[in-house]
C-alpha cells in the first residue's frame, strides 16, 4: 500500500468513526438559563378554564392531546392511552397554586416506562426550561431528547408553594422533549420556553460540559500521521541508500 493510500485510507475511517452525540447542559434558575439562550418564545396555560375549575384532556389517543401555541403536550399513561388536566387554581390553594397562574398536571409516574409527558415543539430548538413543581418536597423529575431515555435529572423539588425552574441547552437540535417523575407525588408544570443555546459552558447551577475524552476519530488522524512519518522514514533511508 502506498504512502498516499494509506494516509487516504486512515482519513476516511477516521471521518466515518467519528461519533455524533449531545451535548447537555442543565439549569436550575431561569436567569442563568436566559443568559445561555436566544430567541425565545414562552408559553402557559391561562386562559384555558375559569379560576377554580379543570379541565380534563384524557382520551383514548384520537386527537393530538393539548396542543398550545403550536406546542403539542401528551401526558401518556399507556402506548395508546393519555391523561392529562389544566387547572387554574383558586389564590391560596394548596399544592396547586404557586403563582404562575394555570398549571398542567399529569399522572405520577408508578413503574416501567409510562407515564411520561410528551412534549413536541413546533419546530427544532436547542433549549427549552419551564417550572416544575409537585404536591410535595424532595420529588425529582427526569428528562430525555427525542428518545424514553430519562438522562436529564432536575434538582428535588420544593413543594407548594415554590416552583422550581428547569433549563437545558443542546449542541443537538430536538423537537420533542420527555419528563417523568418517578415517587408518589404528582407532577406539575407551569411556563414553559424554548429557544436557542448561544453558548455551552456554564451550567447555571444544574451542571455543565462533561468531560472530554479522546475520540476514536483522533485516535485514528494521530495514527494517519505516524503512518506517514514512518512511510517517509523508509522512503528517505531508502534514498539514502541508493
Known amino acids: 500500500m502506498t504512502l498516499k493510500t494509506t494516509c487516504m485510507f486512515c482519513a476516511l475511517v477516521a471521518l466515518l468513526a467519528t461519533p455524533g452525540f449531545c ?8 436567569a442563568s438559563w ?22 380534563d384532556f384524557s382520551n383514548n389517543n384520537t386527537s393530538m392531546g393539548l396542543v398550545i401555541g403550536g406546542v403539542d403536550f401528551e401526558a401518556m399513561t399507556s402506548a395508546n392511552t393519555f ?13 396547586y397554586d404557586y403563582g404562575t397562574g394555570s398549571i398542567l398536571y399529569w399522572n405520577p409516574y408508578t413503574s416501567g416506562t409510562y407515564p411520561y409527558l410528551a412534549v413536541t415543539l413546533p419546530q427544532a430548538v436547542t433549549a427549552v426550561g419551564l417550572d416544575i ?12 431528547l427525542g428518545n424514553l431515555t430519562f438522562a436529564y ?33 404528582t407532577p406539575i408544570i407551569g411556563p414553559l420556553s424554548y429557544g436557542s443555546e448561544q453558548t455551552q459552558g456554564g451550567g ?15 485516535f485514528l488522524m494521530i495514527a494517519t500521521g505516524l503512518i506517514a512519518l514512518s512511510k517517509g522514514r523508509r522512503v528517505i533511508h531508502r534514498a539514502v541508500a541508493a
Open 204 to 218: 447555571g447551577g444544574g451542571g455543565g460540559d462533561p468531560t472530554d475524552t479522546p475520540e476514536v476519530a483522533t
Open 23 to 30: 451535548t447537555v447542559i442543565t439549569y436550575t434558575d431561569l
Open 133 to 144: 413543581m409537585t404536591g410535595g418536597p424532595g420529588n425529582i423529575f427526569y428528562a430525555g
Open 34 to 55: 436566559q443568559n445561555a439562550t436566544t430567541g425565545d418564545s414562552t408559553i402557559n396555560f391561562n386562559g384555558i378554564t375559569a379560576v377554580g375549575t379543570q379541565v
Open 153 to 185: 435529572s432536575s434538582a428535588p423539588t420544593t413543594g407548594w408553594s415554590t416552583p422550581n425552574f428547569f433549563g437545558l441547552t443542546s449542541d443537538t437540535p430536538f423537537t420533542t422533549f420527555y419528563l417523568q417523575m418517578p415517587g408518589g407525588n
Open 83 to 95: 391523561d392529562e388536566h389544566v387547572l387554574n387554581p383558586t389564590a391560596g390553594q394548596q399544592y
